[in-house]
């Protein structure tokens, strides 16, 4: 069993930063595959980024590759997002997820948090 929380998220501007931070519980965090969610006002959750456990790899969707960072802390049980050039499209509430897997053309997980506000103005 896995608890996630996460903190960072607020109001920017388009073109500022923040970083978004997700604390998970359990002893084995260096063992699961994180990631990132994000789902927007009428719209699915959709996939954002994922960092492996083990060799710490990452993925990121076509939307943010470039802008967005993911990394981890095992140390820590810490996952962070750091998100760069943020743009008004990028506003959603972001979860953080645990045991992330791609299989049949989608992104599954088994454990979310309970989501952070991010809301970017023009």
């Known amino acids: 069993q896995v608890q996630l929380v996460e903190s960072g998220g607020g109001l920017v501007q388009a073109g500022g930063s923040l970083t978004l931070s997700c604390a998970a519980s359990g002893r084995t965090f260096s063992t699961y595959d994180m990631g990132w969610f994000r789902q927007a006002p009428g719209k699915e959750r959709d996939f954002v980024a994922t960092i492996r456990g083990s060799a710490g790899s990452t993925y990121y969707a076509n939307s943010v590759k470039g802008r967005f960072t993911i990394s981890r802390d095992n140390a820590k049980n810490t996952v962070y997002l750091q998100m760069n050039s943020l743009k008004p499209e990028d506003t959603a509430v972001y979860y953080c997820?645990?045991?992330?897997?791609?299989?049949?053309?989608?992104?599954?997980?088994?454990?979310w948090g309970q989501g952070t506000q991010v809301t970017v103005s023009s």
């Open positions: 997820a645990a045991d992330v897997t791609y299989s049949d053309y989608e992104w599954r997980y088994d454990y």
